[in-house]
């Protein structure tokens, strides 16, 4: 609050010194035109603010010396005139400024940040109940099932990021324009948007007849198992068309700042999932049994759901105007370009972890299950970073595309800091009641030591994960994204060869230390490449250079 209170002060002493300075300027150039015999000239203005402002008033200042005090008598109307719109500017600014603005950067930094956070955590806590709803279901059907369910669980993770690249771009092109208030260029980025999602599932139906290149790839044993697992990844691949279009549509209804509709329509969504699961698993009534495959024909259509209730939604209470003509290319490839990069980091790291999975099985065969257990628990503190990391990306996004880079990085860091401290509890509470709550999952008392001991190693570092997403957050608003990527190669990539060389010598502790300093690393980094994109942000804006497309 004292931050935002601070900044509309400074605005406001800004316009008090523009329209000073424009008044000395106004009646050096009025008494150099008397002498040529011309007209004088309308008063100029600062683009700098105060900054700007204190450099006019020196060279007014000489102005005002060199023509003396003749000016006072012609122009004392329109100098009067002036002072009492510096002083209307002086208690207005930050008023009018204000007026100006989309709602959501009206708010304090603090009050927007829970405004997009609330509903975002709740949404990503609702979206966990798909694959629960799932395994619920399959696990009835027998071993064999449940195993080929669980084996294309990191297949799924992939999905879902393949088709959020588009989803990351959205939300930032979106955000840009809210913060113009460009209302009528919303139309044509969720058009493009909608495009790249359809080329994006055209790109998915490609690697279905593929899908047993991934199943051999985990060295399924059973003929039983792979065979419905294969049938389950074919199904999940060839309705993934929920997943492309309902991940853009929110992504723009991200943009606006405004998750509360979304979550009503994740809500439905997974109660349409609840229902439809046993009705397509179990074949009941006029459905046909699917088995395994049924729990991805249930998921697709209930993000089919989603997919009108947002596009509704979005054309309905956003007045959003979508022009169906053919696409923007250099738009679509603008989109690409800036969410490919995290979703392709999304990838790395998950990809980096099965890696990492192989080392933990030559040493412990129990350890590889202890951290499985352990990020059951991580996933609770993850979710509410991820809100931290959209709203990150909506408020700078917004400030970027309201010309303001200033108020961008002061947003930014605000966030950062909030989301930072806001998951300390979250540690200290998972690594005072790890025993028991590891306790609640398994009964295996050396599975159980060993999920314990993951956990303080990592809880300690949650902090840092937040850090990490809300820095991301705020890469993305600034539709800057490489650096993302480039971290995420260097760092997850380097814990393969970092676990594989600790391991042998001090165990399984040698791949906890790998995944916390490595941690710690990535987080700084990325914390520092942010702090070097806001400066020259803040320097291209100073030089009258375009922030955003």
């Excluded at 609050?1 to 050096?28: E, K, N, P, T």
């Excluded at 005139?81 to 008023?95: C, I, L, P, Q, Y």
């Excluded at 709803?133 to 195993?147: H, M, N, P, Q, Y």
């Excluded at 060839?238 to 509709?261: D, H, Q, W, Y």
Aim: with cysteine; net charge positive.
């Amino acid at each position: 609050f004292a931050r935002d209170d601070a900044m509309r002060s400074r605005d406001a002493r800004g316009a008090r010194a523009r329209a000073g300075d424009a008044c000395g300027a106004r009646q050096g150039r009025g008494t150099r035109a008397r002498a040529v015999g011309c007209a004088p000239s309308a008063p100029p203005t600062s683009v700098f603010g105060a900054r700007g402002a204190r450099e006019d008033a020196s060279a007014s200042s000489s102005t005002r010396a060199r023509d003396g005090r003749g000016c006072a008598r012609v122009d004392r109307g329109w100098c009067a005139s002036a002072h009492a719109s510096a002083r209307a500017d002086a208690n207005g600014a930050g008023d009018s400024q204000e007026e100006d603005l989309p709602e959501l950067l009206k708010m304090s930094t603090t009050r927007a940040i829970w405004y997009v956070g609330w509903p975002t955590t709740v949404i990503g806590l609702l979206r966990s109940l798909f694959p629960l709803t799932d395994t619920f279901w399959v696990g009835k059907l027998g071993i064999d099932d449940l195993s080929a369910l669980c084996s294309n669980a990191f297949a799924g993770w992939m999905l879902y990021l393949v088709c959020a690249i588009v989803g990351y771009g959205v939300h930032s092109k979106v955000s840009a324009r809210v913060g113009a208030k460009d209302y009528k260029a919303i139309g044509a980025v969720l058009r493009d948007g909608l495009y790249g999602a359809l080329f994006t599932y055209f790109a998915l139906l490609a690697l279905v007849p593929h899908t047993t290149l991934y199943t051999k790839t985990l060295g399924i044993a059973s003929a039983a198992t792979f065979a419905v697992a294969q049938q389950h990844l074919q199904a999940s691949l060839i309705g993934s068309i929920g997943v492309c279009f309902s991940n853009v549509l929110e992504a723009t209804l991200r943009g606006f700042g405004s998750m509360k509709p979304a979550l009503w329509v994740t809500l439905l969504m997974v109660a349409c999932n609840v229902v439809l699961d046993p009705l397509f698993i179990f074949g009941v009534g006029p459905f046909p049994e699917l088995g395994v495959a049924g729990a991805a024909v249930g998921t697709s259509i209930a993000n089919c759901v989603g997919i009108v209730l947002y596009y509704r939604m979005l054309v309905k209470d956003f007045k959003v105007q979508v022009p169906w003509t053919r696409p923007n290319w250099k738009a679509l490839k603008d989109i690409v370009m800036v969410g490919g990069p995290v979703a392709v980091a999304g990838i790395v790291f998950a990809m980096v972890y099965v890696g990492m999975g192989r080392t933990l099985n030559s040493v412990d065969p129990l350890a590889i299950t202890a951290m499985g257990l352990g990020q059951q628990f991580e996933n609770i503190p993850f979710t509410v970073t991820e809100a931290f990391r959209i709203g990150a990306s909506t408020i700078v996004g917004q400030w970027m595309g309201a010309r303001n880079a200033t108020r961008a990085r002061d947003a930014g860091w605000s966030a950062i800091r909030i989301a930072s401290l806001a998951l300390i509890p979250f540690g200290i509470f998972f690594m005072i009641f790890a025993p028991q709550l590891v306790g609640m999952l398994t009964q295996n008392a050396e599975v159980a030591s060993r999920a314990v001991t993951y956990m303080y190693w990592n809880f300690p570092l949650v902090s840092f994960m937040a850090l990490e997403c809300a820095v991301e957050g705020a890469f993305t608003g600034t539709g800057v994204t490489y650096p993302v990527l480039v971290c995420a190669l260097l760092l997850n990539l380097s814990r393969l060869p970092l676990a594989a060389t600790l391991a042998p010598q001090y165990g399984v502790a040698g791949v906890w230390f790998t995944i916390a300093i490595t941690q710690i690393i990535k987080s700084l980094l990325k914390t520092v490449w942010l702090r070097k994109l806001f400066n020259d942000l803040i320097a291209d804006e100073r030089a009258g250079k375009r922030l955003v497309e």
